[in-house]
């Protein structure tokens, strides 16, 4: 079985099954089944309530595979005999591993955001309407393929605007959380604005562009030229194969660059004359790696093929990287080849974070390109996202969780978000109960904050989108989702709209007060409010005196 | 197909395959194959140079999966198709994709730590020796399997540590990196010593024991009594069934807790009567939860059943639940109940990490288990482990990479690791060269540290261990891996063994003075300066002028 062809029946990870979820979602599931509440109607939010990375801004993601996931949803055989055995379910009633093994998802529905989404604190990524049993039954694993998806995704994101238009590169899969921390990190950092990947797995499966060169241990492998010295390439000036060390002596200033090295970078020339870039710092970058990088290179030239570039993985990037740069410039007014290296890459690359893109950015440097592993690939500054999954309606009733922090009170009811512009940019998210109508264009709308009375402001959309669409009823998908390029344009699309101060990066936010809103319409508001009074009076009488 | 089928065959994610690797390793084996080096002999080493959580050790974790990789190795043809046609290898000859696809592990060999083992820097965890192309090949898998395995054993075992002798859970599925970065954090924590996981797909593939209760969605599912009045359970004592609700009433102090709560008890107290554990905090855990939980449990008493326990998920767990323990208390004293409460669990989440165990177990508290999730399962406090795999040996001479910064400096050859012990207690880790002899027990031996040549001590061995066995050899396991409950007693035995200054995870470690020495052979100490020294002179007499 190959993964490309799994991957279009079912989640890329074989991993991802009704089985990859908590216990606790079948003994739950288990004591609706007893109280006769399996099959009321619920309704589920998924959301997060504060920005990773200290940011303004989350992209959401995993809805793909979220999909996916539903689509073939079923418990098998096998699974129900492990549930049965388990300590936790061995005195349950038969009746209810049959209706595990016969529940599907032809009674869900789900309304989503567009994946790729801009999104912010409690607005609903997802939205599941269906049997209670079944909502609680999915959370998890609808909980694992958005939290790290979408943050991976937003960390590449942050990422690319620090990096300033200089293509960035995946680069992580050998420091990743496991096989798949690894292939969803490529996935999703794609998604986000990356370029590529090294990881061949993740570029076979998901159609993203494959990168890479090679190792230092390519370089240790060689000991001597000797290795080379047989070595041939098809030299297109003069139409004949010929060996190319000779060549490259031709161009060698010094025979103090180290030799090994010299003998790995012609090793690597014969291999790829077409897209040769070499690692430079295995032993000096300035005094052997670039010199010898450079001899390659002219011989390279004298056969007709173009050197591709270097890659920097030690010291001070950006200033060795004009130190390299110079060195190329030099070589060309001396050998007066055309400008031979003008359009050499220089790929920067060894524990790059955010920080330090955004102070390279800041400085004179030559990079074109970074490769980025493990900060990327792992989160490093924040690695995990708090996604939430909770019950705001049951048996057609809103439910609510009252809390003492304001920011974990749940809004409750069925509800539908719009994005309302001014003058076409994003001007803050409103909240307002599903059966209200959509906000009119032109139009003053009343927005309030959900927590804070006074707090309410009247804007007049000159556009509106509704946020949360369905995507998923009646068992089926409803639409295609969009290919992986098409939330990447749609990424970029939204960081270009977006006011800048929303999608700057280097911005500490307050999670008590962002800068963009998220409002809700007056009706909501009162809603709430309202809820709030009644559970507060029904149950808590006694003990507010 | 079922996982737990598919787990015997090959690795448990079926995404680790040969393609789970990055372009640079078939680059470099595509210019090791033109250069005729792809089948030179080769030795590889993974490590690490510093352990994580500024910590004294390491478990290293992962092999096993690493055997079942290895075993199944091979390229599909499908595979060969995708790479033929990635642009970097499109102009590649086709003879090299023979190579690949005829590629299996049969010349491969592998000397490796036991599973669980308690690791210190530059130790090498897994020795490769075979040709030099297809130790390059796996390269990135192996470290991809390696990493997070040891990382989250690692942290899960400091946990076990900080929470002294209060069973630890995992519970951190939703918020993992990805599908198996919850899979294999439940499967390497349970190594690490915790008595279980709620990840049910875990629990299924490696037998792990399965662990959980409800959520707070549970609890907003019900509205009022009327849910519940309907349902029935069998009173033991009477041999009858019959309505519980009316029983739980009866044992009622206060109509002033939560009904709904009260009603989500009442259910699941009906669907587990023999392991009844109510999550307490969903409105208030003292006025609410706990009460409420007493009614269901005396009532549960009456049926001739015990409950099992609560769950607390916010506030001052610590402080929480000492007042939790006095209700308890204080009903056993007004029911005279026999100690009904005595056994009562009490179960607590929210954030926990190593600093908060730590600080609990310093503490006065009536925990009875933790529910650990985020900061267990990504590691927050350092996400990623920075296992290096590096080439020591090829075409039978030893290799080395000089670095101007010692801790990256690479001890060349083939070598072997010994614990050495003094009355019982690992007293150093000490490398030598392959071809060395076994330390002698009770014979002086001069241990060196590798870099500084004033520090080298003369020790008497009591005890010594090879650390590196061959595990794989001809395509074959040579001898089965532990299982995974021998793996978790085999940490638990080196845990109790190590000097407590090692296992101590409240100290933080100098990375360039750790307390455990790491120390080489005399052999090995005089091997790496002669061959330093030569490289020294071969490539940079210009350069040192």
Redesign the interface.
């Known amino acids: 079985?190959?993964?490309?062809a799994?991957a279009n029946e079912g989640?890329?990870?074989?991993?991802?099954?009704p089985?990859?979820?908590?216990?606790?979602?079948?003994?739950?599931a288990?004591?609706?089944?007893?109280?006769?509440?399996v099959n009321?109607d619920?309704v589920?939010e998924l959301f997060f309530r504060k920005n990773p990375f200290k940011g303004e801004f989350t992209l959401f993601c995993g809805l793909d595979e979220i999909l996916k996931f539903l689509k073939v949803f079923r418990f098998?055989k096998?699974?129900i005999e492990?549930?049965k055995k388990?300590?936790?379910l061995k005195?349950?009633d038969a009746g209810f591993f049959d209706y595990l093994l016969k529940l599907d998802t032809s009674a869900l529905k789900v309304r989503a955001l567009q994946e790729g989404s801009v999104v912010f604190p409690r607005i609903p990524m997802i939205i599941l309407e269906g049997p209670?049993g079944l909502c609680?039954l999915i959370?998890?694993t609808l909980?694992?393929?958005v939290?790290?998806?979408s943050l991976?995704a937003t960390n590449a994101t942050r990422m690319v605007l620090a990096a300033q238009k200089v293509a960035c590169i995946e680069?992580g899969?050998?420091?990743?959380?496991?096989?798949?921390?690894?292939?969803?990190a490529s996935k999703y950092s794609y998604v986000g604005g990356f370029v590529g990947t090294?990881?061949?797995?993740a570029?076979?499966m998901h159609g993203i562009?494959?990168?890479?060169?090679?190792?230092?241990?390519?370089v240790?492998?060689?000991?001597s030229l000797e290795?080379?010295e047989?070595?041939e390439l098809l030299n297109k000036e003069s139409g004949n194969t010929e060996k190319f060390l000779p060549h490259v002596l031709k161009h060698r200033k010094?025979?103090?660059?180290?030799?090994?090295e010299l003998a790995a970078f012609i090793?690597?020339a014969?291999?790829?004359p077409?897209?040769c870039l070499c690692l430079a710092d295995?032993?000096?970058t300035l005094?052997?790696g670039v010199p010898n990088f450079i001899s390659v290179a002219l011989a390279l030239d004298d056969f007709g093929y173009k050197a591709n570039g270097i890659r920097l993985d030690s010291g001070d990037l950006g200033e060795l990287s004009v130190q390299c740069k110079k060195l190329f410039t030099d070589s060309d007014k001396e050998t007066n080849r055309h400008n031979l290296f003008d359009n050499v890459k220089i790929v920067a690359s060894d524990g790059i974070n955010e920080k330090m893109l955004n102070k390279l950015s800041k400085t004179k440097h030559n990079i074109t390109g970074y490769g980025i592993g493990?900060n990327l690939v792992?989160?490093?500054a924040q690695?995990?996202?708090?996604?939430v999954?909770?019950?705001v309606e049951?048996?057609g009733?809103a439910?609510?969780?009252?809390s003492q922090d304001a920011i974990k009170i749940l809004i409750p009811g069925r509800k539908t978000a719009y994005r309302l512009y001014e003058d076409d940019k994003p001007l803050l998210d409103y909240i307002a109960l599903a059966e209200e109508n959509m906000p009119e264009i032109g139009q003053p709308i009343i927005c309030c904050n959900p927590f804070v009375k006074e707090d309410r402001k009247t804007c007049t959309p000159s556009k509106a989108d509704c946020l949360q669409n369905i995507v998923f009823d009646k068992g089926e998908c409803i639409k295609p989702t969009l290919s992986l390029v098409e939330s990447r344009k749609y990424v970029k699309s939204q960081m270009e709209n977006f006011p800048s101060e929303i999608t700057d990066f280097t911005r500490e936010s307050d999670p008590k007060n962002y800068l963009y809103s998220v409002m809700v319409s007056e009706k909501l508001y009162n809603f709430l409010h309202e809820l709030w009074k009644a559970e507060n009076e029904?149950?808590?009488?006694?003990?507010q005196k």
Chains 1, 2 share one sequence.
Not at 1 to 4: A, L, V
Not at 173 to 184: E, I, M, V, W
Not at 538 to 543: A, F, I, L
């Open positions: 079985m190959s993964t490309t799994k989640p890329t990870n074989p991993l991802v099954t089985m990859l979820t908590d216990l606790y979602q079948i003994t739950m288990y004591a609706y089944w007893k109280s006769g509440k009321e619920s589920f098998t096998d699974d492990y549930l388990t300590p936790a005195n349950s209670l609680q959370e998890t909980l694992n393929l939290n790290f998806s991976v680069f899969l050998r420091r990743a959380q496991g096989p798949d921390g690894g292939c969803s090294s990881n061949i797995q570029g076979k562009p494959v990168i890479g060169t090679h190792a230092h241990a390519f240790q492998a060689f000991t290795d080379v047989e070595l010094s025979e103090a660059t180290n030799d090994s090793s690597y014969c291999a790829f077409d897209t295995t032993y000096d005094r052997s493990t792992t989160c490093q690695p995990a996202l708090g996604c999954y909770k019950l049951c048996k009733k439910r609510m969780k009252f029904k149950n808590w009488s006694e003990n």
